[in-house]
């Protein structure tokens, strides 16, 4: 079982204990697997099956009106001009502009929806909180693609129960009562 103690303090979620035989639990002992390889193509496979999970439960019958693909971008100063770039296309949907450097963007061109991942700052956790804050920030993302009219508040709210029926935890009351206006600007 892993311990709240095992957890990086970067990531201020985590409940108690995380439940052995948990969607999170599965995880972090998968991740565990794919960082000893250190093969490239096995941790980017690795965050594909996570995506595609979150996606089918974000979207459990619905079909999205459009398709949804990821970008991995590793390189913190290549995510972050992107992410400057992606402020002035209004295919970009974000209500708020973060205050620092955000994990995800995404752009929806009508067609395609593409959510650009800063894989650079999720290294820099150890492997529960890696998990985690992928997998947050995906069904992040993806409630944005499913009601782009929501604020990030909104967002983060309606997001707490999906990301905990998704991995099988019950989140501590500081994460589900953050004020996103903390990361945000109006």
């Known amino acids: 079982m892993v311990k709240k103690e095992d957890i990086d303090n970067s990531a201020i979620m985590i409940a108690d204990d995380i439940p052995e035989g948990s969607r999170f639990d599965y995880y972090i002992k998968e991740f565990k697997k794919t960082s000893a390889s250190k093969n ?36 913190n100063d290549q995510y972050l001009a992107e992410e400057k770039q992606a402020d002035s296309n209004p295919k970009t949907i974000r209500k708020e502009i973060p205050k620092m450097a955000s994990t995800a963007f995404v ?12 894989v650079e700052r999720l290294l820099t956790s150890n492997s529960a909180s890696l998990v ?14 499913k009601n782009p009219r929501m604020s990030e508040q909104q967002i983060h709210d309606s997001g707490i129960p999906i990301l905990e ?16 206006s903390d990361y945000y600007f109006p």
Do not use: M
């Open 107 to 118: 752009i929806d061109n009508g067609v395609i929806a593409t959510i650009h991942f800063n």
């Open 132 to 145: 985690f804050n992928y997998v947050d920030t995906a069904i992040h993302e993806l409630n944005h693609i």
């Open 165 to 180: 029926g998704f991995l099988g935890i019950s989140l501590p009351d500081t994460f589900k009562n953050q004020k996103v």
């Open 40 to 75: 490239g193509d096995d941790f980017e496979l690795f965050l594909s099956q996570i995506f595609r999970h979150c996606l089918e439960y974000v979207f459990p019958k619905s079909i999205p009106r459009l398709a949804i693909k990821t970008r991995l971008i590793y390189n």
